[in-house]
Nanobody, 116 residues
Framework: VQLQASGGGLVQAGGSLSLSCAFS????????MAWFRQAPNKAREFVSD????????HYADSVKGRFTIVRDNAKNMVYLQMDSLKPEDTAVYYC??????????WGQGTQVTVSS
């Protein structure tokens, strides 16, 4: 399984960004998909995930109501729509594939920087 995240960038506080993750090398619908992030000098933290159909989703409290995870099984893609961004959302964002208990496959990460 290979994962390629993209879509990061620099945005002002209050703005929006959409991250994309392309999945290849396996059966996409066999996996739950997730987004994690890691800020400088901090541990990696869970952001959001969804089950194989996208109908079951989870969000960290810090992003609930602002971020939306969506998957397109026809395109083997998962997206993270990020709205009302805050400086504390600044981090490298990683997509991952696995199940709700553990994620064993990871992409390379994409940098998101939110300026105040």
């Amino acid at each position: 399984v290979q994962l390629q995240a993209s879509g990061g960038g620099l945005v002002q506080a209050g703005g929006s960004l959409s991250l994309s993750c392309a999945f290849s090398g396996g059966t996409f619908t066999s996996y739950a998909m997730a987004w994690f992030r890691q800020a400088p000098n901090k541990a990696r933290e869970f952001v959001s995930d969804c089950n194989w159909s996208g109908h079951t989703t989870h969000y960290a409290d810090s992003v609930k109501g602002r971020f939306t995870i969506v998957r397109d099984n026809a395109k083997n893609m998962v997206y993270l729509q990020m709205d009302s961004l805050k400086p504390e959302d600044t981090a490298v964002y990683y997509c991952a594939a696995g199940n709700f208990s553990a994620y064993g496959y990871w992409g390379q990460g994409t940098q998101v920087t939110v300026s105040s």
